[in-house]
């Protein structure tokens, strides 16, 4: 677990030790814990995280989102890599009040193609330029170039 930011109530993790966490987060002011995570495919993430587990980032997740605490995935797609797990994320923002924000690390355009219904959101949302898809309850996020 990072430094809490006390400024904007929010915690950066993996996601491994959030469940255990959780509680003393809330207890803490937190709002909105982000996950890094660049796949939900058990095999990939422990190919990928040094053979740690998928498992505890899930139930991690589930108490934070049970707690009230928001959640924002930070998602890395590498081509080859996870690249056809796009649709997956999509269905999550679909199916819960995620914010699911991509990183700089594959070009936006093969994204926003499979996609294409994705509309912007107005608002001020930081380095974040933000979505959402008809009928979803989470959004859809790009991490601006820096």
Same mark, same amino acid.
């Given at each position: 677990?990072?430094?809490?930011?006390?400024?904007? @109530?929010?915690?950066?993790?993996?996601?491994? +030790?959030? #469940? #255990? *966490?959780?509680?003393?987060? *809330?207890?803490? /002011?937190?709002?909105?814990?982000?996950?890094?995570?660049? %796949?939900?495919?058990?095999?990939?993430?422990?190919?990928?995280?040094?053979?740690?587990?998928?498992?505890?980032?899930?139930?991690?997740?589930?108490?934070?989102? /049970?707690?009230? !605490?928001?959640?924002?995935?930070?998602? /890395?797609? *590498?081509?080859?890599?996870?690249?056809?797990?796009?649709?997956?994320?999509?269905?999550?923002? !679909? !199916?819960?009040?995620? +914010?699911?924000?991509?990183?700089? %690390?594959?070009?936006?355009?093969?994204?926003? @193609?499979? $996609?294409?219904? !994705?509309?912007?959101? *107005?608002?001020?949302?930081? +380095?974040?330029?933000?979505?959402?898809?008809? $009928?979803?309850?989470?959004?859809? /996020?790009?991490?601006?170039?820096?």
């Amino acid at each position: 677990m990072s430094d809490i930011n006390k400024e904007i @109530k929010t915690v950066v993790t993996d996601g491994q +030790d959030l #469940e #255990e *966490k959780a509680e003393k987060l *809330k207890a803490d /002011g937190v709002e909105e814990v982000r996950v890094v995570v660049n %796949t939900f495919n058990y095999t990939r993430y422990s190919q990928s995280n040094d053979g740690k587990e998928l498992q505890p980032v899930i139930d991690g997740i589930n108490k934070a989102v /049970g707690l009230g !605490l928001g959640i924002r995935l930070e998602v /890395g797609l *590498k081509e080859g890599f996870n690249d056809d797990e796009i649709l997956d994320f999509l269905q999550l923002a !679909l !199916l819960h009040n995620y +914010d699911i924000v991509f990183l700089p %690390t594959i070009d936006y355009d093969i994204i926003r @193609k499979a $996609m294409p219904a !994705l509309r912007q959101v *107005k608002g001020d949302f930081g +380095d974040v330029e933000m979505f959402k898809y008809p $009928m979803a309850k989470g959004r859809i /996020g790009f991490m601006k170039n820096r």
